[in-house]
């Protein structure tokens, strides 16, 4: 008899991409994919460690599982397993603690567990000594996150990320090319380029990421192609040009700010200032007006006062960003910012968060106040509760039409028409399947 795995993914793009191809090593004959949210015999969940948020989420998916089914066994995996594993050993209903690179053996090392008192680890202590795991989700005809790097060698003063995946590579351009390929012939439409710090691409291979991608825009049968998230001093003249010329590239760039203020910037160790940031959007906006960016932002950084808060806010507002990211400063162990002294109050950051959060939305609805009546490519996904389906233009609206037979799955050219409550706009089809 098969027995059901769940798989519960936690944190980045870059994890769900490795959480589809944990879940294909679980062979068909001996296992069957079930949600999370059923009743299974095993559950894996892949585990971030950016905030205590996200460390808390998974002793919350623990106890879920483990109330659920008190005879599953439940493996923690990844980068809060590779960096807090006896505190991840000690929550109880875990059977199995692997790091980085042995969560991609969790199938082999479950395969003959049995429910126990004491845990079983496995975490590699030096993970620069690993290689690159190749990654990429299945199970969805729209979309696919194909990793393309891992690791991290900017150490920043905050990220627990560089502790838990070691240090910047990636495989060569040929090889991403073969997979993606082998993704399109699968009938997906779009393929979203994920990693730690994707535009550090080419740190083990010697090449770049604007190589890469003048490779990719040219697989053929490939429609739409977009980046996850870039730094912006990472973002050439020639990415943007390369995504100007409007063939696959998506007009979407996500760039972590962190910081308007320079003097926190500095601080938080980041290698650029506030005007390569602001030059990288100015500069994507005159050569693709009509581009989606958005900002990472963390607010109450150790010894941030109110005028760098002010300075941050007023240099957000200045910029024609299209939405923000709003995170609150969160203390890592073993990160030097966890040192640092002025540390701001909770209430304190919750107020900031706020504000920046209004910044947000009014700037969100203002990008698609503009865009209001123009034609956009959208590419449909899965049918909604109330009878509408939602999909993503290139430059990352959120479209909803009425649900009609065989639309999930497509790209459709649609006519922006009105702004709704959630974020999002409605739309009305003009033609059929582009294919």
């Not at 870039?230 to 995504?243: A, K």
């Amino acid at each position: 008899m098969k027995r059901k795995v769940a798989f519960h993914t936690l944190g980045c793009k870059l994890n769900f991409a490795e959480t589809s191809t944990i879940a294909r090593t679980f062979p068909e004959e001996s296992f069957e994919r079930v949600s999370p949210d059923s009743l299974a015999d095993i559950y894996v969940i892949n585990t971030c460690t950016v905030t205590d948020a996200a460390d808390r989420k998974c002793r919350q998916a623990v106890r879920k599982f483990a109330h659920r089914n008190p005879d599953a066994l439940i493996a923690v995996v990844g980068c809060y397993a590779q960096l807090r594993q006896e505190e991840a050993a000690a929550i109880e209903g875990v059977d199995l603690v692997l790091g980085t690179y042995e969560k991609f053996d969790v199938a082999r090392y479950i395969d003959h567990l049995e429910k126990q008192t004491a845990p079983e680890i496995h975490s590699c202590e030096n993970i620069d000594t690993g290689g690159f795991m190749s990654s990429w989700s299945a199970g969805d005809r729209t979309r696919s996150f194909l990793k393309v790097q891992d690791g991290c060698d900017y150490h920043c003063s905050y990220c627990t990320v560089p502790l838990a995946r070691g240090k910047s590579r990636n495989p060569a351009i040929r090889e991403i090319v073969v997979e993606a390929e082998k993704i399109v012939a699968s009938g997906v439409r779009e393929i979203v380029l994920t990693g730690v710090n994707v535009g550090d691409f080419g740190r083990s291979t010697g090449e770049n990421l604007e190589q890469l991608l003048e490779k990719l825009v040219n697989v053929e049968g490939l429609q739409r192609l977009r980046l996850s998230s870039i730094e912006p001093n990472l973002v050439s003249n020639g990415v943007i040009d390369l995504t100007a010329e409007g063939k696959v590239l998506l007009p979407h760039f996500h760039m972590p700010l962190q910081s308007g203020s320079d003097r926190i910037l500095g601080l938080m160790r980041r290698r650029y200032r506030r005007e390569v940031f602001r030059d990288r959007v100015m500069k994507i906006k005159e050569k693709i007006p009509g581009a989606g960016t958005g900002a990472d932002v963390i607010v109450g950084f150790p010894g941030e006062t109110e005028e760098d808060h002010a300075d941050t806010y007023a240099f957000l507002e200045s910029l024609p960003l299209s939405y923000l990211h709003v995170f609150a400063f969160s203390s890592r162990p073993g990160t030097p910012a966890a040192l640092l002294p002025g540390q701001v109050s909770r209430q304190e950051k919750e107020k900031r968060s706020r504000q920046l959060i209004r910044l947000s939305e009014s700037r969100r609805m203002n990008f698609m106040r503009n865009a209001t009546g123009q034609l956009h490519e959208v590419l449909f996904e899965q049918r909604g509760h109330d009878g509408m389906v939602a999909g993503l233009t290139g430059n990352y609206i959120r479209v909803l039409t009425p649900w009609t037979k065989g639309l999930p799955g497509t790209i459709r050219r649609v006519r922006l028409t009105t702004l709704r409550d959630d974020a999002s706009m409605n739309g009305e089809l003009t033609d059929t399947d582009m294919k």
